[in-house]
């Protein structure tokens, strides 16, 4: 699980970055769509897309700056619902990497719109800020109806799509844990919380809190489902 996370993760993030510079060359102002600097292959650091946003766009209201920086919040996004799409139907039992790949490839991406969404909406140089400046817009509604799309997709991902992992692992406590917690913490503190609070002593580091915040209440969501289930059953498991 941590090798195919690793994998999934770089591979996303470079999707990520190269939507920026694709998309600033396609609209005609980059001479490449290779503008990408690269960064750290295990903690998601360093990684620019290369793009002279300022230079560009010195004044808000330009939609190709909103396109460029936005278009990966779009694609993660899609990589969401396509992914959902397939965990939620029926999974043959011969196929439990297959099945995990997927979780894991959705995990991530909502760790990435969680970051830009939740943790960062409102910091005019990140990829929300150049979005809500393209368009002219307040941060809030990115915001507002951003964490509304979230908050059903991690409904989705804990009630419909976790439970079914459950089948695979023989009603195995531990290994259910193990996917709850790194669950949990791929999601709210690896790419957000944790990096937020490494801004400390600058005054964004509170922000990390939240995720922290997010962890409990996750592993906490996932005890008192454990509960309603009954004693001897993980979280969607049929008893023997």
């Not at 609209?27 to 690269?38: D, E, H, I, K, M």
């Not at 800020?129 to 989705?156: Q, T």
């Amino acid at each position: 699980m941590i090798f195919l996370y690793f994998v999934l993760q770089d591979l996303i993030t470079l999707v990520h970055e190269y939507a920026h510079s694709t998309a600033a060359w396609l609209l005609g102002y980059t001479p490449s769509p290779f503008t990408v600097v690269w960064g750290n292959w295990i903690v998601p650091k360093g990684w620019d897309e290369g793009v002279p946003y300022d230079q560009l766009f010195p004044s808000r209201g330009n939609l190709a700056e909103a396109v460029i920086g936005g278009i990966p919040l779009l694609i993660h996004t899609v990589f969401v619902i396509v992914s959902f799409y397939f965990l939620l139907r029926p999974f043959p039992a011969t196929r439990p990497l297959l099945l995990l790949m997927l979780y894991l490839f959705a995990v991530i991406n909502l760790a990435e719109l969680i970051a830009y969404i939740v943790m960062r909406p409102f910091i005019p140089d990140g990829d929300t800020g150049r979005f809500n400046a393209g368009m002219a817009m307040s941060p809030w509604i990115l915001f507002i109806f951003g964490s509304a799309f979230l908050g059903v997709a991690l409904w989705v991902l804990a009630r419909k799509v976790a439970p079914k992992l459950d089948a695979f692992t023989d009603g195995s406590r531990l290994v259910h844990w193990a996917i709850v917690l790194s669950t949990a913490f791929i999601l709210f503190l690896w790419g957000s919380g944790l990096r937020m609070m490494s801004l400390y002593p600058d005054p964004q580091w509170k922000v990390g809190l939240v995720g922290v915040v997010a962890f409990c209440g996750w592993v906490l969501v996932d005890i008192l489902g454990i509960e309603s289930a009954g004693p001897n059953q993980c979280r969607g498991r049929q008893p023997d």
